[in-house]
C-alpha cells in the first residue's frame, strides 16, 4: 500500500486499512460465499494473513476485526432483505 510508504509511525493510515479490507473481503466472500457469515475472527485472521504479513501485528490484527465487522454488517444485510 503505498500510504504505509508515507506513514510516520509504520502504520497504515486509516483510509488505506479501510480500503484494504474492503478487497480482503471481497475476495474472501467471492472464493467462499456465503459462509464467510459463519467464521470466527480468529480464522479470518488466518485466511487475511497471507496478504498483510508485511504489515505490523497490530495493523493485522486491527484489519481481521475490520474484515470481520465487515461479514457480520453483510450478514445482517442479507438476513433484512430475505
Do not use: C, K, N
Request: charged content about 25%.
Amino acid at each position: 500500500m503505498q500510504g504505509y510508504r508515507f506513514s510516520t509511525d509504520r502504520h497504515l493510515p486509516e483510509r488505506d486499512m479501510l480500503d484494504l479490507a474492503d478487497i480482503l473481503a471481497l475476495q474472501i466472500h467471492e472464493s467462499l460465499g456465503p459462509r464467510v457469515y459463519l467464521l470466527p475472527r480468529s480464522d479470518v485472521l488466518e485466511l487475511i494473513a497471507p496478504y498483510v504479513d508485511d504489515l505490523s501485528p497490530d495493523d493485522q490484527h486491527a484489519l481481521s476485526w475490520v474484515v470481520w465487522h465487515l461479514f457480520q454488517s453483510a450478514r445482517e444485510f442479507d438476513l433484512a432483505a430475505a
